[in-house]
């Protein structure tokens, strides 16, 4: 992709990372094309876009095939549901959407000699027995286990990807994203940050899964929306990897008690049981984003927290 390009398409454009990214994009001077289904995306992240006419919108579930889309430049995929909540009751649909799906978008590209931006997670390290996780450490993941349809999907999505890129010359760059959190959120999510948020604004006990010595870290999404561009923009990222996250580490219990002190309530907070196959640790090695994009997180937890609790807070009260 160079610096001509003009037409990005977004799957899951109308999920919280790919809607950010949408007005990423369009605020740039690209014309956008979204293919979403729905499933945990939501229209009103879009609705400020309606009038555009360099805006385009598809309600399709990428398992079903894609839409007739033209003069695509670049593909950003990052249709899929990404809940730990959902990793039960929709694990089929995430192994699928990562897979026929995944292979629909590339097909797309391949027929249209797009760059494909791939959404992959740090998911696919599993429980790392290495860390920081470099983009070469390959991971500790079970096969069969309760995060499988979404770790190994997209473990899958990677390889049909690389797959692409040797055996038809594709342009495919892979981003495994850590953490990310942000305005936009749903509160019933079941990830950590709106979690605790919405707890803590409705003054109920917030629940830290286990002893809460877990640590992850955490991005603010428009760092990762930078990244994501960059990537796409990098010549030297074709066939290639990186991890963008942050890597400043917290424990879950510590994040529990900041939340708790940005929203100024005291709920208790509560252990409950361990979430199978939770990883204990989780911080990415940024090394390559650093040296090789120029990028690096940059806005404060505080900071993104107070963002997001306030955007919380306005659609808890509406
Ligand atoms: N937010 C994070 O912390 C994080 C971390 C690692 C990876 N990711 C990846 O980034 C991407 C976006 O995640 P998010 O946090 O914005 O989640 P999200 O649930 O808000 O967004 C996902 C979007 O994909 C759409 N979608 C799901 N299945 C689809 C299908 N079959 N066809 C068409 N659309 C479909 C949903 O409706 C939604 O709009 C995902 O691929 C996720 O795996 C996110």
Redesign the pocket.
Known sequence: MGDDVTHAVV????????SHLVDELLGSGFRVTV???????VRRNLDHHRADDRFELHS????QGLPAIEDADVVFH??????PGDFRSHGV?IAL?NSV?TNRVLDLALEQDATVVL?????VYGDPEVHPQPESYVGHVSVRGARSPYDIG?RFGETLGMAYARQFDLDVRTVR?????GPRMRPDDG?VVPTFVSQALSGDPLTVHGDGTQTRSFCYVSDLVTGLVEVAREPSMDGDVVNLGNDEEITILALARRIRELVDRSPEIVHVDGRPDDPTKRRPDLTRARERLDWQPTTPLDEGLRRTIEDLRGRLET
């Open positions: 799957t899951g454009g109308a999920g919280f990372v790919g293919v979403d289904d729905f499933s945990t995306g399709v579930d990428l398992k990052l249709a899929s549901r990404a809940s649909d959407t799906g959404a992959s997670t740090s998911e997209k994203i850590f953490n990310t959190y990830r």
